[in-house]
C-alpha cells in the first residue's frame, strides 16, 4: 500500500524568505511522486515530478524537490518566496503494488505575509 | 495552452436527484479521471477510464456512479440518487499517455456540488 504524508496543514512565510513544504511517502515501490499547486478557483497545476531519473527535481516557478529515499521524503521548497505562491500544495505518489491510482496527501496551506 | 474544462462550477441538488457532472478533457489525451475532495478532506481517486471503458475503481465508486464519453469531447460522471455526502467538489483529470504511474495528470477547475 502507499501513503503519503503532509506533516503540515499549514505554513506561513515572509515575501522573500524560503519556503519548505514537507512531505513524506511510504510506498512498497519505487514510487513516482509529484507536488501539485492549487489557486483559488482553479484547477490543481503540476509543479515538477519524481519518476526514478535525477533525485533533485527542479519544476516551475522556482520550486525544487528532493527524492531522499533513506527519508522517505520529497519535500518541496523554494529560495525566496512570492505573494503569488500563496496557494495549496498537494504532495501525490503513485505505482505502488501494480496499482496506478494516486494518493493524495492533505494539502498544505502555503501563506506569504509582505 | 489547452486545459481541462469542467461544467458547472457549482451543482446545488436535492437528496435522492439524478446529477450529471461534465469534463472535457485535452483534445488528444487518453487516459481520463475523477476524483472527489470533500471539504476538509484528501482528495480521493473515484475512478480512470481508457479506451471507452473503466481501468481502475476505488472503493467509492460503487453502483451509485458511472462515468461514460458520450462523444468525442465529454467525459461526464453521473451520480444516480446524490445523498448528503456527495457533496464534495469534483476534479476531471487527463493524461496524454496511457495511464502509467509517471504520466502528468491535468486537472480541471472543480465543479462544487452540494446535496441539500
Known amino acids: 500500500a502507499q501513503s503519503v504524508t503532509q506533516l503540515d496543514s499549514h505554513v506561513s512565510v515572509s515575501e522573500g524568505t524560503p519556503v519548505l513544504l514537507r512531505c513524506n511517502y511510504s510506498s512498497s515501490y519505487s514510487p513516482s511522486l509529484f507536488w501539485y499547486v492549487q489557486h483559488p478557483n482553479k484547477g490543481l497545476q503540476l509543479l515538477l515530478k519524481?519518476?526514478?531519473?535525477?533525485?533533485l527535481v527542479k519544476g516551475i516557478n522556482g520550486f525544487e524537490a528532493e527524492f531522499k529515499k533513506s527519508e522517505t521524503s520529497f519535500h518541496l521548497t523554494k529560495p525566496s518566496a512570492h505573494m503569488s505562491d500563496a496557494a495549496e500544495y498537494f504532495c501525490?505518489?503513485?505505482?505502488?503494488?501494480?496499482?496506478?491510482?494516486?494518493?493524495f496527501g492533505r494539502g498544505t496551506s502555503l501563506i506569504v505575509h509582505p | 495552452e489547452p486545459e481541462v474544462t469542467q461544467t458547472p462550477s457549482h451543482q446545488v441538488t436535492q437528496m435522492g436527484q439524478e446529477v450529471i457532472l461534465r469534463c472535457v478533457p485535452i483534445s488528444n489525451h487518453l487516459y481520463f479521471y475523477w476524483y472527489r475532495q470533500i471539504l476538509g478532506q484528501k482528495v480521493e481517486f473515484l475512478v480512470s477510464f481508457y479506451n471507452n471503458e473503466i481501468s481502475e475503481k476505488s472503493e467509492i465508486f460503487d453502483d451509485q456512479f458511472s462515468v461514460e464519453r458520450p462523444d468525442g469531447s465529454n467525459f461526464t460522471l453521473k451520480i444516480r440518487s446524490t445523498k448528503l455526502e456527495d457533496s464534495a467538489m469534483y476534479f476531471c483529470?487527463?493524461?496524454?499517455?496511457?495511464?502509467?504511474?509517471?504520466?502528468?495528470?491535468?486537472f480541471g477547475p472543480g465543479t462544487r456540488l452540494t446535496v441539500l
Open positions: 501525490v505518489v503513485s505505482g505502488s503494488g501494480g496499482s496506478y491510482i494516486p494518493t
Open positions: 519524481y519518476t526514478s531519473a535525477a533525485t
Open positions: 483529470a487527463s493524461t496524454k499517455g496511457s495511464g502509467a504511474p509517471t504520466d502528468t495528470q491535468y
